[in-house]
C-alpha cells in the first residue's frame, strides 16, 4: 500500500539557519506530493506541491523536489524564521486513493 | 482562514457516550473528508463524501459514522466513546476528489 515516511523530529533550529525535513514514499502508479504545515491550534494548510517527477514546488521561501529515482520530496528552507515553527506534514496521494500522510515533523526555531 | 468550519472547536464527554461533530464545507467544494489525529496514531484518514454519497473509507471504527446532507455540510458521529478516540478531528474539502484539500480547525475531543 502507500505509505510516507518523514524524519522524526523535534527539530530545534537558530533563526536563519537551514532547514531540510526528510521524506520519502512508497507508492502505486504516479503519486502526486504534498507538504502540509500545521501552526500551534490550526488545521493543516496546504505548504507546496508537486504532481510528477521532477517538478519543484515551492512557496513562502520552502522548496521540495519531486525525485521518482530516490522516491523522495525532502522540504527545504534556506533561512528559517520563528514564525516557521510548526508541524510539518509530508503526504502523497495515488489515484483516486485518499492522502496518505507521514507521522509530523515538528519544527522550532529559537531567536 | 481555510473556508471551512467545524463545530464544537473542543467537546468533553464521558465513556459511553454519543457526540456529533459538524463541518461546513468551503463554498463550491462538493467532498468532504474526515480526518482523526492522535498522538500515537499520527493523521489517519477515516471517511469521504462527495455530493452526497460516500466515496471512500478508511480507518474509521464501525463505532463511528457519517453523512453528508443536501446542503453539503457534513456531521461525524461517534458513539460508545472509549477513551482512546480523544483525539483531534479535522474535516477537509475539495472540490473534486483530485483537487487540493482545504482543512478546518479541527475539534479537540476529550473523552474522560
Known amino acids: 500500500g502507500n505509505s510516507v515516511t518523514q524524519m522524526e523530529g523535534p527539530v530545534t533550529l537558530s533563526e536563519e539557519a537551514f532547514l531540510t525535513i526528510n521524506c520519502t514514499y512508497t507508492a502505486t502508479g504516479y503519486p502526486s506530493l504534498f507538504w502540509y504545515v500545521q501552526y500551534p491550534g490550526e488545521g493543516l494548510q496546504l505548504l507546496l506541491k508537486?504532481?510528477?517527477?521532477?517538478d519543484k514546488g515551492s512557496n513562502k521561501g520552502f522548496e521540495a523536489t519531486y525525485r521518482k529515482e530516490t522516491t523522495s520530496f525532502h522540504l527545504e528552507k534556506g533561512s528559517v524564521q520563528v514564525s516557521d515553527s510548526a508541524v510539518y506534514f509530508c503526504?502523497?496521494?495515488?489515484?483516486?486513493?485518499?492522502?496518505?500522510f507521514g507521522k509530523g515533523t515538528r519544527l522550532s526555531v529559537i531567536a | 482562514d481555510s473556508g471551512v468550519t467545524q463545530t464544537p472547536k473542543h467537546l468533553i464527554t464521558a465513556t459511553g457516550q454519543r457526540v456529533t461533530l459538524r463541518c461546513s464545507p468551503r463554498s463550491g467544494d462538493l467532498s468532504v473528508y474526515w480526518y482523526q489525529q492522535s498522538l500515537d496514531q499520527g493523521l489517519q484518514f477515516l471517511i469521504q463524501?462527495?455530493?452526497?454519497?460516500?466515496?471512500a473509507k478508511g480507518n474509521i471504527l464501525e463505532r463511528f459514522s457519517a453523512q453528508q446532507f443536501p446542503d453539503l455540510h457534513s456531521e461525524l458521529n461517534l458513539s460508545s466513546l472509549e477513551l482512546g478516540d480523544s483525539a483531534l478531528y479535522f474535516c477537509a474539502s475539495s472540490v473534486a476528489t483530485l483537487d487540493t484539500q482545504y482543512f478546518g480547525p479541527g475539534t479537540r475531543l476529550t473523552v474522560l
Open positions: 508537486a504532481t510528477k517527477a521532477d
Open positions: 503526504a502523497l496521494r495515488s489515484g483516486n486513493t485518499p492522502l496518505v
Open positions: 463524501y462527495y455530493n452526497g454519497e460516500e466515496r
